[in-house]
């Protein structure tokens, strides 16, 4: 097997850094290529052009100003020879190999004069397949038979393979920092974590949205954000997406540096750098002004247009209030339809409203005078139970269970709910709505995970 030879090493290893470290323009890349190459491989002149869709073959770099630059530059060539005629560049496009000939050549006659003045007689050019290329690599050489030489042709061969690879490289090390930039300037918050949750990278829009510097929060879990607004489900279904390689998004409460509470719209997107999902890519979207225009809106209505139900808003103040008091007494039942809502929600958004309307009913036909029912988000409920000297919150789950495990008429045959259901209890569980949701929260999170069932 053939090996570079350790000056061609020793070049690229100086251009990869350099195009990691010092960026600089274009031109002064290909400069440092062309005078890389022409020192390397003991040349006069080296060039590179680039094939252009209108058919023209532009110089971007040269080893040296010379005459036959300037020529070349103004005289440029064409790949189909109908201004100047097939000179080196053009006839390595057309035979896609390799190609020399001696500048007495007829077909160079344009730029005879310039390089007779460079003292420049033999020249080779090859085409380099890449994007966007074609590129092309040409070398001169100041005697007539410079490359029929078996070693220069060799080491000529090492140069266009690593040139090739080193434009392939700079290409994907570009885009990587396009897209670093625009993430790192992005107006919504993002961060990146590895597999376990660890940060190693989060945007500006971050460090202004939650008051951490990118030292602070980089080697932190996203927990350190948490505002124990979400349960053990939330968390439970948000890990098994994205390890499965799966989109995951929702609305979040976190809180930032000062403890001030922020409801985030949270997409998580994992992506790879080997074989398997290695990383995740979260974006944050502050939409707390619109979520709290929306809680305004829902404590004016206070009912559920699509299930009749109360809204999240109205029942949490209803409960809130005077319900608090240690000396009620009422239970709370969490009712979790997730798995079957995100079923029919896949055979289109009508079907999945008229479901929803029907399940509301079937919940609100299961209650006593007293009892009251409220959606909390797509196929989550919640059910309040007054006591009232005999508790009845048994008698009721019975009768929930029944009246949404039957199947939905629009899909009788097909599909059939399986409900889960917890019960917290006030005030043996807690006196304020956010912990009585988070131990019926828990209860759930303990149940075997349902299946819709056919």
């Avoid at 008051?211 to 053990?232: D, H, I, W």
């Avoid at 979520?291 to 139900?309: H, M, N, W, Y």
């Avoid at 309040?384 to 899909?411: S, W, Y």
Wanted: glycine share 6%; with cysteine.
């Amino acid at each position: 097997m053939n090996h570079a030879p350790p000056s061609l090493d020793c070049l690229f290893y100086e251009l990869y850094a350099t195009a990691v470290r010092e960026p600089g323009t274009d031109e002064q890349l290909w400069e440092r290529i062309a005078s890389g190459l022409a020192a390397t491989l003991k040349l006069p002149l080296v060039m590179i052009g680039h094939y252009d869709k209108q058919g023209t073959i532009s110089v971007l770099g040269t080893s040296r100003d010379c005459n036959l630059w300037i020529d070349m530059q103004r005289v440029p060539e064409r790949w189909d020879g109908s201004v100047v005629g097939k000179s080196l560049a053009a006839m390595a496009l057309e035979a896609r190999r390799p190609v020399s000939l001696t500048l007495d050549d007829e077909r160079f006659v344009c730029w005879q004069e310039s390089a007779r003045k460079d003292h420049l007689f033999s020249g080779w050019a090859v085409a380099v397949e890449v994007p966007p290329g074609p590129y092309l690599l040409q070398a001169f050489a100041d005697t007539p038979g410079a490359f029929q030489d078996a070693g220069l042709a060799e080491q000529l061969d090492h140069a266009r393979q690593r040139f090739a690879r080193f434009i392939e490289d700079l290409a994907a090390l570009r885009e990587q920092r396009l897209l670093a930039r625009a993430l790192d300037h992005a107006g919504n918050a993002a961060f990146i974590t590895d597999r376990d949750g660890t940060i190693e990278w989060c945007n500006q829009a971050f460090t202004r949205l939650y008051g951490y510097s990118r030292e602070e929060a980089v080697g932190q879990n996203p927990r350190f954000l948490k505002s124990g607004r979400q349960g053990v489900r939330y968390y439970r279904e948000l890990w098994s997406t994205i390890r499965a390689g799966k989109v995951w998004s929702g609305e979040t409460v976190d809180r930032d540096r000062d403890g001030v509470a922020y409801t985030v719209r949270q997409t998580i997107s994992p992506f790879a750098l080997d074989d398997r999902p290695s990383h995740y890519l979260a974006l944050h979207d502050d939409v707390s002004v619109e979520r709290a225009a929306r809680l305004r809106q829902e404590l004016r209505t206070g009912i559920d247009p699509v299930s009749g139900l109360m809204t999240r808003a109205a029942f949490e103040a209803q409960l809130s209030g005077t319900e608090s008091s240690p000396e009620h007494h009422w239970s709370l039942l969490l009712i979790s339809l997730r798995e079957f809502q995100a079923g029919v929600s896949a055979l289109g958004q009508d079907l999945a409203e008229s479901i929803t309307a029907e399940i509301g009913k079937r919940i609100r036909g299961a209650l006593t005078e007293r009892d009251c029912a409220a959606v909390l988000a797509p196929g989550e409920y919640a059910v309040q139970a007054h006591h009232n000297g005999h508790d009845h919150t048994p008698e009721l789950e019975q009768a929930l269970r029944r009246a949404l495990t039957q199947p939905v008429p629009h899909l009788a045959g097909t599909l059939k709910p399986a409900p889960q259901i917890a019960v917290a209890r006030h005030p043996e569980d807690g006196i304020d709505f956010d912990t009585l949701i988070h131990h019926a929260d828990h209860k759930l999170a303990d149940q075997p995970m349902p299946r819709v069932r056919h």
